[in-house]
C-alpha cells in the first residue's frame, strides 16, 4: 500500500489517522497542509472539498475525513485490522469515534487548546479564560466522568489496543500539550488508561515531532 497523508499532526484528527497508521504499522508520507494555508498543493485543493485536514492518498484514491480513511483501511483488509469482525464490539467502538470526534475535540481541542495555546502562539491574541476554564472545569471532567464509567478492562473494547482508543487517545495527546492531567484519584481507571494509551511506544514519535513544532512556537 502506498499512503500518503496531507495535514498537520497538531490537528487530532490528523493525530488519529497516523495513530491508526503506528498501530498498523503501515508506512506512509506525512505531506505538511494547513488548513487555509498558502502553498497547498494542487492534489490537495483538487480533493479535499471542505479544505480540511487530513486527506489521504491511498494507491490510486483519495479519501478525505480521518472516519473514512480508518473505516477504508479495515475494508482494504490492511495489516493489524483495528476493529472487531464482531458487530456489537464494531459498534461500540464506531460509538467511541464519534464521541472523540465530536465532543472531545470540540472540547479539548475547540475549547481547551485553541484557547491556551492557538490564540496566543498562532492567532496572536489573548486568549478566553473563561472558555479555558469552563474546559477545565466542567468539559474535561464529563469526559472522565463518562470514560471512568465505561472502562472496564486496559483498553475500551477488546484487550488490545484498537479503533476506540487510538480515536479517544488523539485528543488526549492535545490535552496533554496543553499542561491538564486526569487526577488519578478522582479517575483512576480514566487516568491510567490515558496514560496506557498516550505512552505506547507506537505514537512516541508523532508525539515527540508535535512537541517540537510547539516548541518552534514557543510553547512549552
Ligand atoms: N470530520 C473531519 C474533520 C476534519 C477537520 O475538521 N479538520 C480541521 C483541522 S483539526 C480542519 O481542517 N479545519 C479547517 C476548516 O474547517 O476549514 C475528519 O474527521 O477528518
Not at 189 to 200: D, F, L, N, P, S
Request: glycine content about 4%; some cysteine; proline content about 5%.
Amino acid at each position: 500500500m502506498s499512503i500518503k497523508i496531507y495535514g498537520a499532526s497538531i490537528s487530532p484528527y490528523v493525530r488519529k489517522v497516523r495513530m491508526a497508521l503506528a498501530v498498523r504499522e503501515l508506512d506512509y508520507e506525512l505531506i505538511p497542509v494547513i488548513p487555509g494555508g498558502e502553498d497547498q498543493p494542487a492534489e490537495f485543493k483538487a480533493n479535499s472539498p471542505l479544505g480540511k485536514i487530513p486527506l489521504a492518498h491511498i494507491d490510486d484514491i483519495f479519501i478525505p475525513d480521518s472516519s473514512v480513511i480508518l473505516a477504508y483501511l479495515e475494508r482494504a483488509r490492511s495489516q493489524n485490522p483495528l476493529l472487531s469482525e464482531d458487530a456489537k464490539l464494531a459498534a461500540k467502538a464506531l460509538w467511541y469515534e464519534e464521541y472523540a470526534d465530536s465532543q472531545m475535540v470540540s472540547v479539548i481541542a475547540g475549547h481547551l487548546f485553541a484557547e491556551m495555546i492557538l490564540a496566543p502562539a498562532f492567532f496572536q491574541r489573548e486568549s478566553n479564560q473563561e472558555e479555558i476554564d469552563l474546559a477545565k472545569n466542567e468539559e474535561i471532567p464529563a469526559i472522565f466522568d463518562y470514560l471512568e464509567s465505561e472502562l472496564q478492562a486496559n483498553f475500551l473494547v477488546g484487550d488490545s489496543i484498537g479503533h476506540a482508543d487510538v480515536c479517544v487517545g488523539s485528543p488526549f495527546v492535545t490535552m496533554h500539550h496543553c499542561g491538564v492531567q486526569c487526577d488519578a484519584s478522582r479517575w483512576p481507571k480514566t487516568a491510567a488508561y490515558i496514560e496506557r494509551v498516550t505512552g505506547q511506544a507506537a505514537f512516541a514519535k508523532i508525539i515527540q515531532e508535535e512537541k517540537e513544532m510547539l516548541a518552534a512556537f514557543g510553547v512549552q
